[in-house]
């Protein structure tokens, strides 16, 4: 018994020596025959076989696209350019300057406007009136130059020849200057105050000064239009009496239109100054007047 169990042991382990080698061979089979990298840099493929390396070195010829010459690269350009920059700028700025310009042109007309509708509307006007030498006067007799216009009376004492001198002395000096303007007086005493009356007492002041007269309509007529205030006081034993009146001279544009005004504390140079203003500004607008409707 014991015999056959060593015999069987003994058959067993030579069995086992037999076979060992098989599975390890076997495992190996299925290790290495799987391909693991490239060894060589020339393409070669390295395969485990099943016992030893094989080394299987085969050149590779390289794709003839491969070596064709790469084409330089071409600069990407985005959407926005100093090109597109620079347009649209110029573009940008021709817009912003039309619209100044309509819009100058619009604010224009509206001053204008404004100026006819309101300005004219509180002082100014025409007269139809009677000058010094007994002709009919008109105040469309006057357009086309400068006019100083002064009211008050002919037996005034004191206060309208202060101001008919101080007229004639900014007539003089606006003529010096060559600007040239109209002076006028308007009697608010038309009782009193005839064609000779006038005639007599404006040439007291300047050789150019006109002097207008009428009946008590025209008078009124021509006061209210400037809103000039104008009442007589009582008389006295000698059937004298003072009338009280606005102390203004009036500036008057070529147009015929209320421009400024000046009362007893302007003086001539004060007058001088703002007259010459006011006529710079007339041909200025005038010359934009002008230049607008050629355009």
Same mark, same amino acid.
């Given at each position: 018994?014991?015999?056959?169990?060593?015999?069987?042991?003994?058959?067993?382990?030579?069995?086992?020596?037999?076979?060992?080698?098989?599975?390890?061979?076997?495992? &190996?089979?299925?290790?290495?025959?799987?391909?693991? @990298?490239?060894?060589?840099?020339?393409?070669?493929?390295?395969?485990?076989?099943?016992?030893?390396?094989?080394?299987?070195?085969?050149?590779?010829?390289?794709?003839?696209?491969?070596?064709?010459? @790469? +084409?330089?690269?071409?600069?990407?350009?985005?959407?926005?350019?100093?090109?597109?920059?620079?347009?649209?700028?110029?573009?940008?700025?021709?817009?912003?300057?039309?619209?100044?310009?309509?819009?100058?042109?619009?604010?224009?007309?509206?001053?204008?406007?404004?100026?006819?509708?309101?300005?004219?509307?509180?002082?100014?006007?025409?007269?139809?009136?009677?000058?010094?030498?007994?002709? =009919?006067?008109?105040?469309?007799?006057?357009?086309?130059?400068?006019?100083?216009?002064?009211?008050?009376?002919?037996?005034?004492?004191?206060?309208?020849?202060?101001? +008919?001198?101080?007229?004639?002395?900014?007539?003089?000096?606006?003529?010096?200057?060559?600007? &040239?303007? &109209?002076?006028?007086?308007?009697? !608010?005493?038309?009782?009193?105050?005839?064609?000779?009356?006038?005639?007599?007492?404006?040439?007291?002041?300047? =050789?150019?000064?006109?002097?207008?007269?009428?009946?008590?309509?025209? !008078?009124?007529?021509?006061?209210?239009?400037?809103?000039?205030?104008?009442?007589?006081?009582?008389?006295?034993?000698?059937?004298?009496?003072?009338?009280?009146?606005?102390?203004?001279?009036?500036?008057?544009? =070529?147009?015929?239109?209320?421009?400024?005004?000046?009362?007893?504390?302007?003086?001539?140079? %004060? %007058?001088?100054?703002?007259? %010459?203003?006011?006529?710079?500004?007339? @041909?200025?607008?005038?010359?934009?007047?002008?230049?607008?409707?050629?355009?």
């Amino acid at each position: 018994m014991k015999y056959c169990s060593a015999n069987l042991l003994f058959n067993r382990n030579s069995a086992f020596r037999r076979l060992a080698p098989r599975l390890i061979t076997i495992r &190996q089979t299925n290790f290495n025959d799987k391909l693991t @990298k490239s060894q060589n840099p020339s393409y070669g493929i390295r395969l485990f076989s099943l016992n030893k390396w094989h080394n299987v070195d085969e050149k590779l010829e390289r794709p003839a696209g491969l070596d064709r010459p @790469k +084409m330089p690269e071409k600069k990407k350009v985005g959407p926005i350019s100093w090109f597109n920059l620079g347009v649209s700028g110029i573009i940008v700025g021709v817009m912003m300057s039309f619209y100044y310009y309509a819009k100058g042109l619009k604010e224009e007309a509206i001053a204008n406007e404004r100026k006819k509708t309101i300005g004219k509307a509180k002082i100014g006007g025409s007269f139809d009136l009677i000058d010094h030498n007994g002709k =009919p006067a008109k105040s469309e007799d006057f357009h086309g130059q400068w006019v100083l216009l002064y009211f008050g009376f002919t037996h005034c004492p004191d206060i309208c020849p202060e101001e +008919m001198e101080k007229m004639a002395e900014v007539v003089d000096i606006l003529t010096k200057s060559k600007e &040239q303007v &109209q002076p006028l007086f308007i009697s !608010v005493d038309p009782e009193r105050d005839g064609v000779k009356e006038v005639a007599e007492y404006v040439k007291e002041f300047h =050789p150019r000064l006109i002097g207008l007269t009428g009946t008590v309509e025209m !008078v009124k007529d021509a006061c209210k239009g400037f809103r000039v205030y104008y009442s007589a006081g009582p008389k006295d034993d000698d059937e004298d009496y003072i009338v009280d009146h606005t102390i203004i001279v009036y500036l008057l544009n =070529p147009d015929g239109e209320f421009v400024d005004y000046y009362g007893q504390t302007k003086d001539k140079d %004060m %007058m001088s100054s703002s007259i %010459m203003i006011h006529m710079a500004k007339y @041909k200025s607008d005038q010359k934009k007047g002008l230049f607008s409707l050629g355009s």
